[in-house]
């Protein structure tokens, strides 16, 4: 439960099962770890955290709150730590949440820079996407990673806070009363003061229910083909109506001298998966090469079916954000599908949000609130443009992506065109960084 003291000024992570005596940390940066969200928190305790689930938002989330001195439990099911996915791309608002866990450069020498999204529809080489992140800011830009690097950061700066995480534990149920946790063998884990629901869109903790769109993605991650014409600062698509759809992306490296790799990715129908997993594989590959014949080299390495991954996609926004003693957080609370790429980006602004209005906040109710008044706007906003966008670019319609074909290419050429398109890329859009007390850009 709570611990029965308040200390001021800078608040350094507390190991588990430490003594309550703190002293200050510097980050590296010339800031103490207290210091990264306005000071000490505002409530007269600290609090007794669980977290379910240990994704992006989940261990951004506990890195914060453990800085400021809170216990915080995460519990996952997991066995050995480790993340699901494949490459995305970090934009201005993920990169600025992850500079203040001292991150960001980090993150920047493992990823790969994104300057430009492009994309062409086939046969008739129409432009139908061109974003370049320079329209709004010229510094401005995406960073690509792998999402096992950007985990293993995030999951490092937890630990290092003092966060506890409990691996092998799969959470069923919670009691939003006392804060309790059950897992499938039966066991309870709390009560705790608060219980974040990170457990992303298939949260067994959110009651509202999620949607399965009818379009997923095939995707791997290669091996960058030297000379392979791709550029290595852009996601490029190709597209045959909004039924077809293949994507590169680089994705920068594990290590920092490592190899570097790229993303390549394929829509596909959900209820078509079956019949792409029994069929052979050479099926699939004459498609993706009749498309796009020049990943003919990058598809090289694909020999058998195991060697892409199936991902389904799912919307849902569960309101209200809050309930009870539980906080809902990333996926967990506003799923949808990848297409404007903000997913891992959100989650980090949640993370951020909610230890920023526990920090200022002298009640647990009135922080809760705060949380998601700061959120809601931006995600009902992204929310939206995920529901209108996606069927443009991925489903059966034959209408949409000629209206599509039509006018994407006037759009990305007159003002205020580009600046709206890399504003909405880069997340920017609603000014979801101004209201968590932070500045855009470096």
Not at 146 to 162: K, S
Not at 196 to 212: F, H, K, M, N
Not at 353 to 363: E, M, P, Q
Request: with cysteine; proline share 6%.
């Amino acid at each position: 439960m709570c611990q029965s003291y308040r200390k001021c000024g800078r608040l350094a992570p507390k190991a588990w099962g430490a003594s309550n005596e703190h002293s200050a940390i510097d980050d590296g940066r010339g800031r103490s770890f207290g210091g990264l969200l306005g000071g000490c928190s505002d409530l007269a305790e600290l609090l007794n955290i669980g977290i379910a689930g240990a994704g992006i938002g989940g261990l951004a989330a506990a890195a914060f709150l453990a800085r400021e001195g809170h216990r915080v439990t995460v519990l996952d099911q997991f066995e050995t730590a480790g993340p699901v996915g494949s490459g995305l791309i970090l934009q201005e608002t993920g990169l600025t949440i992850l500079n203040e866990l001292g991150l960001r450069m980090q993150a920047e020498k493992l990823g790969a820079p994104i300057r430009r999204l492009y994309g062409l529809s086939k046969p008739s080489d129409r432009i139908v996407l061109n974003v370049k992140y320079g329209s709004l800011r010229p510094a401005l830009m995406g960073v690509s990673i792998q999402r096992p690097a950007l985990f293993r950061l995030v999951h490092e700066a937890a630990l290092g806070a003092g966060a506890r995480i409990v691996a092998a534990t799969r959470i069923t149920a919670a009691n939003p009363r006392d804060a309790t946790l059950l897992d499938d063998g039966g066991g309870m884990h709390g009560p705790f003061d608060l219980v974040v629901d990170a457990l992303g869109v298939r949260s067994v903790l959110a009651a509202s229910p999620s949607r399965e769109l009818p379009y997923g993605a095939l995707w791997a991650t290669l091996p960058w083909p030297d000379a392979s014409g791709f550029h290595a600062d852009a996601l490029e698509q190709r597209y045959e109506a909004a039924s077809r759809m293949a994507g590169v992306m680089p994705s920068g490296s594990l290590a920092e001298d490592g190899h570097r790799t790229v993303t390549y990715f394929w829509s596909i129908r959900g209820d078509q998966h079956e019949a792409w997993r029994a069929a052979p594989l050479t099926h699939w590959r004459d498609a993706a090469l009749a498309l796009w014949p020049e990943t003919d080299r990058l598809l090289a390495p694909l020999r058998t079916h195991l060697d892409l991954t199936f991902a389904r996609y799912r919307h849902r926004t569960h309101w209200p954000a809050v309930s009870g003693r539980i906080v809902h957080l990333g996926d967990s609370w506003h799923a949808a599908s990848p297409q404007l790429g903000q997913g891992a980006n959100m989650a980090l602004l949640d993370a951020f949000a909610l230890a920023r209005a526990i920090g200022r906040k002298a009640d647990l109710r009135d922080a809760l609130t705060d949380y998601a008044g700061m959120r809601a706007s931006h995600v009902r906003l992204f929310q939206l443009m995920s529901f209108l966008f996606t069927p443009v670019y991925q489903s059966d319609s034959r209408v949409l992506p000629l209206i599509r074909d039509w006018l994407a290419a006037p759009v990305s050429r007159i003002w205020p065109g580009p600046q709206v398109l890399a504003a909405m890329v880069s997340g920017g859009l609603g000014a979801p960084l101004w209201r968590l007390g932070l500045r855009p850009g470096r």
